[in-house]
């Protein structure tokens, strides 16, 4: 009985602040030590491109992201951000998780070029769905990452862990509920990204000319010569971004430059000085910005005299061989040339050689200017509205193709090896273009050969200018231009401020945190058992004397606890026994 006094003296202290405290202290010690997140993960993200032209918005519109990670099956309202690899979602896909999701992370393939002809093609077919149209919900892009693929691939294993219990007949529902509470989830927060307007806008030409050496000129003005000098303009555009603001290569450009290198060292020949002026121009505005930079050089230069035609080089090589075709070069033309124009010779050189190298087969392809078309198809078309003969080569039959504007593109030296062969087809047709006899459409040989031995063309020419960059980061461009031609000049486009052609948008680059947390069916499941563990403490404290009597009474009135009851049972055991 002694127990029960102390108890009772024990049973004053809770009379008193103590639950009050304790009800105070005991959520936050709870709270203190219940981190809700496990782990967290920092990566480097790009933004979706987003840009006008002509009034007309394209791709990621927003920005701020901070959702629960879902994967392409579980996600189902705005409050979730897609988390998955960028081959495994369709266009379907894409255009439900557009309109309904709150947000959209792809992780990039680590090796395109060992993908199957099929996979390549869904990869194009996506990035034109996605290049195409306005996308109001935040989409990023990682570079591929081990870590960022196992948050995926965890992500996707408890969708297919949880759909296969879903599926289970002998899964209970109490069983469903304590799967839920043990899952893990994540958090996907974007810092550091904005998307607004760039008001540094612009876009650079850059031009250079080439022409014959003042002392091989026989004229005293040797200026006034090469003015009328026919001229053939060789253009191209440098890629400066697809479907997130880097781009894998540039082949365009470093044939462009290819060719300024070699036919640099012809002019500089005596014995070989030519009868036209080249012009080379590079301008960084493709396909998906409808050619404005051509469009300003053309503004700002209005009286051009004794062109034969202008060479654009557009997807020359495809940088990602997608259906793993056969080599062919396709002549774009608004208007089918006349027989004996200079468009029509150079055709005929260009069949001839690529007949003599490889037997790449070149088809002529004609197309009408569509003026009511928001964008034009190809470059030429910009020369041909002023009246110029021009003509776009390329490996693509039709300005559609979904390889003319991808991000990917197979190994190197696949991409270099059909590079080598086309510059060297476009460097023959027009060698023999300038320096033959074209009054009779021919060469003096078909056998000769201009750029063999030492002015042979090889991959390692090319691939010194396949990594140009643009004009806006360093100058490596100008000074290429500089190193083989005169006259170089570097202009800039720049958006109207009342009614612009093109405009660019800040926010490329941003930080990807990923936490690691527990799902929002956890912290009810914790909520209530905090809740049902301060009131049963509650209670237990507030009526503690009373259960305390209770007890007591109980012991003291319990019949198995009295000595009668204890004689009364051995009695009945010893009679037994007997």
């Not at 369709?90 to 199957?116: W, Y």
């Not at 409808?290 to 062109?307: H, S, T, Y």
């Not at 500089?482 to 093109?502: C, H, T």
């Amino acid at each position: 009985m002694a127990i029960f006094e102390d108890a009772d003296n024990f049973a004053d202290i809770f009379r008193g602040g103590l639950p009050y405290y304790l009800l105070l202290a005991l959520p936050i010690m709870i709270i203190c030590s219940a981190n809700p997140v496990l782990a967290s993960s920092e990566f480097n993200v790009q933004r979706m491109s987003q840009f006008d032209v002509n009034g007309v918005s394209y791709g990621c519109r927003a920005s701020a992201l901070s959702l629960e990670a879902k994967s392409l099956y579980t996600w189902s309202t705005s409050r979730h951000c897609v988390v998955a690899k960028f081959q495994d979602v369709t266009i379907d896909q894409f255009k439900e998780i557009r309109q309904k999701a709150g947000g959209l992370v792809l992780l990039l393939p680590q090796n395109v070029s060992t993908m199957s002809s099929e996979d390549k093609e869904h990869l194009n077919l996506l990035e034109q769905a996605m290049m195409t149209q306005s996308i109001s919900v935040p989409v990023y892009f990682s570079q591929y990452n081990t870590e960022l693929e196992k948050i995926v691939n965890d992500i996707s294993r408890n969708t297919a862990s949880a759909n296969n219990k879903k599926n289970s007949r002998d899964n209970s529902a109490l069983n469903e509920v304590f799967n839920s509470i043990s899952a893990n989830g994540y958090q996907i927060i974007v810092t550091g990204a904005s998307h607004a307007n760039n008001k540094n806008s612009k876009i650079p030409i850059v031009q250079g000319e080439l022409a014959p050496a003042a002392k091989f000129s026989k004229a005293n003005n040797n200026e006034d010569l090469n003015s009328k000098l026919p001229l053939i303009i060789v253009a191209g555009h440098l890629n400066t971004f697809g479907i997130y603001n880097e781009y894998p290569t540039n082949v365009d450009a470093a044939i462009l430059m290819t060719l300024a290198d070699l036919f640099s060292k012809l002019h500089n020949t005596a014995n070989a000085a030519p009868k036209y002026r080249l012009l080379f121009l590079l301008s960084e505005s493709g396909p998906l910005l409808n050619f404005q930079g051509a469009k300003k050089w053309l503004d700002e230069n209005v009286q051009l005299q004794n062109v034969d035609f202008v060479l654009c080089l557009d997807s020359i090589t495809q940088t990602l061989n997608a259906d793993n075709g056969d080599q062919q070069l396709y002549m774009h033309v608004s208007k089918p040339p006349k027989e004996n124009t200079p468009m029509n010779v150079f055709f005929k050189h260009l069949k001839k050689a690529g007949q003599k190298y490889q037997n790449v087969t070149v088809e002529g392809v004609h197309k009408k200017i569509n003026l009511a078309d928001q964008q034009l198809a190809w470059q030429h078309e910009r020369f041909s509205i002023k009246r110029l003969s021009a003509f776009t080569l390329s490996a693509l039959k039709t300005p559609k193709h979904p390889t003319r504007t991808t991000i990917f593109s197979d190994g190197e030296e696949e991409v270099l090896e059909r590079a080598q062969l086309n510059a060297k087809i476009i460097a023959e047709a027009l060698a023999r273009y300038v320096y033959g006899d074209n009054n009779n459409a021919a060469v003096d040989s078909d056998d000769l050969e201009v750029f063999a031995g030492a002015m042979q063309i090889t991959p390692k020419l090319i691939k010194s200018y396949l990594n140009l960059k643009s004009a806006l980061h360093n100058n490596d461009l100008k000074n290429a231009f500089e190193k083989y031609l005169k006259n170089v000049k570097l202009i800039y486009d720049k958006p109207d401020a009342r009614e612009p052609d093109f405009m660019f948008y800040e926010g490329a680059y941003a930080n990807l945190n990923v936490y690691r947390v527990k799902p929002a069916v956890f912290d009810l499941f914790l909520t209530i058992l905090i809740c049902a563990y301060l009131f049963s403490v509650y209670f237990v404290i507030q009526y503690f004397p009373t259960m305390y009597q209770v007890f007591c009474k109980l012991s003291v009135k319990s019949p198995e606890s009295s000595p009668t009851h204890y004689n009364n049972v051995e009695r009945n055991n010893k009679s037994k026994i007997n």
